[in-house]
């Protein structure tokens, strides 16, 4: 087994250049992976959210399901930045996801437009203690 460290942040929108170098990687890494972060909700969502977008031809719609409250991920808390940015997308957009986080993606419209719900953010950070 090998180890790649890829970061990710699970509290700020995704930078386009992390977005592209995940192509990259889900592209060049030796088969059969693995993805694991801390809790295994937010980060790991994300990127498994992007493996079925860039690699399985996933919609966006169906791919972001893998931020979900299923696997613990809280969408109103600051971990919601990550549902934010897949939303942003969704609305009224008609580009291919890479060319849309090419050209006209925005991280800080993206971020202005997300409100945290303070349950959910107390819930996360000082419950579930996530990062």
């Not at 592209?20 to 990127?47: T, W």
């Not at 893998?66 to 939303?87: C, M, P, R, V």
Request: a positive charge; charged letters at 30%.
């Amino acid at each position: 087994m090998k180890l790649i460290n890829f970061p990710v942040t699970s509290r700020a929108t995704p930078k386009a250049e992390t977005i592209l170098a995940a192509k990259e990687l889900f592209k060049n890494v030796e088969y059969p992976i693995i993805m694991h972060c801390k809790s295994g909700a937010d980060r790991a969502g994300l990127m498994s959210a992007l493996y079925l977008i860039l690699n399985e031809d996933k919609s966006v719609k169906e791919a972001k399901n893998q931020l979900s409250f299923k696997y613990l991920h809280l969408k109103h808390a600051k971990t919601g930045i990550l549902d934010a940015f897949f939303e942003s997308y969704l609305k009224d957009n008609k580009k291919p996801f890479l060319k849309w986080v090419k050209e006209d993606y925005n991280p800080e419209q993206v971020k202005a437009s997300f409100k945290v719900k303070k349950i959910s953010e107390i819930i996360s950070s000082y419950i579930l203690r996530r990062e």
